[in-house]
T-cell receptor, first 117, second 110 residues
Framework: AQSVSQHNHHVILSEAASLELGCNYS??????LFWYVQYPGQHLQLLLK??????LVKGIKGFEAEFIKSKFSFNLRKPSVQWSDTAEYFC???????????????FGKGTKLSVKP | DVKVTQSSRYLVKRTGEKVFLECVQD?????MFWYRQDPGLGLRLIYF???????EKGDIPEGYSVSREKKERFSLILESASTNQTSMYLC?????????FGPGTRLTVL
């Protein structure tokens, strides 16, 4: 079965530190890749997505992610985090033909990021 | 802006009660989803629907059912609530590119 792994459950950083959150998926075919973020008390919202083309994708709030097909990875990065980036981050994959329905996503278990001021 | 609304933010029910969670989207999306979110487990798909009156089981459908009588509304039903169904329930609707989430319903079953 397809799966998504996020390597870190909880990451604690100081402001201005660089961030990289790992995400690996298990599906061998064509995939669409997403990072969602959930700020405290708010609903999940899309950070960025990759469908095709340039494997380096830029999203909102200075985040970017790189798709490396050979490593089945889609790691999220930010050069300098802020206290306001404290949130939970979810990687997700839409594997073509999974579940027979367009838009069906498989989510990782999430990584909590705590940024100390 | 896409809007996905859920009928309640917080709900407290007793074991054995029948529970209805309602979700409405205003963007004419065909696909709608129900997830539960638990600490350390991420989002797990309960059911999804890709058209009116159509439904598909997700990864954890046991103890749940759904109803989609109108395109904009997708209901999750707990026929007989149990304490292990205490969780955060998230509804989403999607276009081909992205899922849009509601604010969630935190359900506590006593």
């Amino acid at each position: 079965a397809q799966s998504v792994s996020q390597h870190n459950h909880h990451v604690i950083l100081s402001e201005a530190a660089s961030l990289e959150l790992g995400c690996n998926y298990s599906y061998g075919g064509t995939v669409n890749l997403f990072w969602y973020v959930q700020y405290p008390g708010q609903h999940l919202q899309l950070l960025l997505k990759y469908f095709s083309g340039d494997p380096l994708v830029k999203g909102i709030k200075g985040f970017e992610a790189e798709f490396i097909k050979s490593k089945f990875s889609f790691n999220l990065r930010k050069p300098s985090v802020q206290w306001s980036d404290t949130a939970e981050y979810f990687c997700a994959v839409n594997a073509e033909n999974y579940g027979g329905s367009q838009g069906n996503l498989i989510f990782g278990k999430g990584t909590k990021l705590s940024v100390k001021p | 802006d896409v809007k996905v609304t859920q009928s309640s933010r917080y709900l407290v029910k007793r074991t054995g009660e029948k529970v209805f969670l309602e979700c409405v989207q205003d963007m004419d999306h065909e696909n709608m989803f129900w997830y539960r979110q638990d600490p350390g487990l991420g989002l797990r798909l309960i059911y999804f629907s890709y058209d009116v009156k159509m439904k598909e089981k997700g990864d954890i459908p046991e103890g749940y059912s759904v109803s989609r009588e109108k395109k904009e509304r997708f209901s999750l039903i707990l026929e007989s609530a149990s304490t292990n169904q205490t969780s955060m329930y998230l509804c989403a609707s999607s276009d081909p590119d992205e899922q849009f989430f509601g604010p969630g319903t935190r359900l506590t079953v006593l």
